[in-house]
Structure formats: C-alpha cells, structure tokens
C-alpha cells in the first residue's frame, strides 16, 4: 500500500510520518519511506538540481525535472517494494506537482495531469493525508527548526505563491474526496497522528 504525506514546507508533514512508522512498524509491518524528490540516485541528484538557488529554472523544466526523478523513483523503488507487500510512506508525491507547478506555477492542469501520469506509470496512493496549515504558521514552525539553512530554491517563491499551492491542495480534495484526505495541521502532533491513523486503521 502507498500512502503519501502533503502539504506546504514546515506543515509538519516529515513528523507525522516518522509518527505513522513507529505504530506501523510496533504492529510487525514492514514500511519503506521515501522523500520526494529522492529515494534513487538519479533522483538526489534531480534533486539538488532543484532546490538549489545558483541557477534559474523554467516552470516547465521543473515539471519535467520532478517528474523524471519520480518515474525513476516509481520504478526502481516503488513498485518492487509494493510486490513484496511493504507498506510505502511517501513525504510527498504526484500531488505536489499538481499543487505547486499546477497551481502554484501555473502551468496547464492538463499538462500536468499527462505529465503526472506518465511519471507515476499509474502507481496512485491509496490515501494521501494533506496536513493543511496556513503560510504564517509553516513558517512560524520552521524557524524554530535548528540546523535548518537558508531557504531553497522551492522555498524562496513567496507568499502568494503558496496560497496558490494551497488552494490547489484543497482543489484535489473536492476532485479526489476518496483517496485525498484533508487534515487540519495546526494542532497538537498527536491529536493529528490519532486522525491520521484513526482512517487508516481500517485499510490495515
Ligand atoms: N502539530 C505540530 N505543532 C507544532 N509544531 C509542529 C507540529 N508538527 C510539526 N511541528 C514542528 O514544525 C517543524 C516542521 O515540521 P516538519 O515535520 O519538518 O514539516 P515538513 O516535513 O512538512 O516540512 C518542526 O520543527 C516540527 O517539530
Ligand atoms: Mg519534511
């Protein structure tokens, strides 16, 4: 089963994951977590292409670029990993894309859906939890991070930017109300990891 985790940088996205692992793993689950875009070597490499600040990147050459480094990750790590029966949490996938070079950098949503199928090879999650938290409290929340360094090329897009992000997010949720659950992230942890894993539970 592929489950993946959502939301804009700083929404607590990495510590529900860690969170869902721990009781995944105590019931006797085997459980892969990868982090997008990464997971392969081609794909870290995409990856610090991406996110690094030294040079410009087109809107489309960023779509190509998450979308080659995900195809990559889908095949080499994804779907191997689904045929042995491991539950796979994903910190981010084919959503992002739709959400942040859909709607965040405005590329054409059919586009992106064509793009985003081509990369996923049709590997879709069985549920993807969205951690919705507004802009101001992610990045509340992340200056507290230590160790945390300047802000990547991703992060740098700006306020206006991310509302769209959002409001894509939540444009997916009334598309995909099945698969797409929207959880309010600016609670407690743990009050966000027992909704979390309250709706998972019956798919176990
Ligand atoms: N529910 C929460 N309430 C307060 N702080 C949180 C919560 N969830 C995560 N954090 C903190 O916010 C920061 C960002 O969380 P993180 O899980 O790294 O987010 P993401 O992976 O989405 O960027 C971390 O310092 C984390 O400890
Ligand atoms: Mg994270």
Redesign the pocket.
């Given at each position: 089963m592929l489950i993946s985790?959502e939301?804009?940088?700083?929404?607590?996205?990495?510590?529900?994951?860690?969170m869902l692992r721990e009781v995944l793993e105590d019931r006797g689950l085997t459980v892969v977590v990868i982090r997008e875009p990464g997971a392969t070597l081609l794909s870290e490499s995409i990856r610090e292409i991406l996110l690094s600040t030294k040079q410009t990147i087109t809107p489309t050459a960023e779509l190509l670029l998450f979308s080659a480094a995900r195809t990559q990750l889908v095949e080499k790590v994804i779907e191997p990993a689904l045929n042995e029966g491991s539950i796979i949490l994903c910190?981010r996938y084919v959503d992002s894309t739709t959400a942040y070079q859909g709607f965040g950098r405005k590329l054409d949503l059919d586009s992106v859906r064509l793009c985003n199928r081509i990369a996923t090879r049709g590997v879709m999650p069985t549920v993807t939890f969205f951690?919705d938290?507004a802009y101001e409290q992610?990045q509340q929340?992340?200056q507290?991070?230590l160790g945390v360094g300047e802000p990547d090329r991703m992060e740098r897009s700006g306020r206006d930017f991310f509302e769209r992000v959002r409001y894509g997010y939540l444009q997916i949720a009334v598309d995909e109300p099945e698969r797409f659950m929207v959880i309010d992230?600016?609670?407690?942890?743990?009050?966000?990891h027992s909704d979390i894993f309250s709706t998972l539970e019956p798919l176990l």
């Open positions: 985790f939301g804009i940088d700083g929404s607590g996205k990495s510590t529900q994951l860690v910190d951690i938290v992610a929340r992340m507290f991070d992230g600016s609670r407690d942890r743990l009050e966000i």
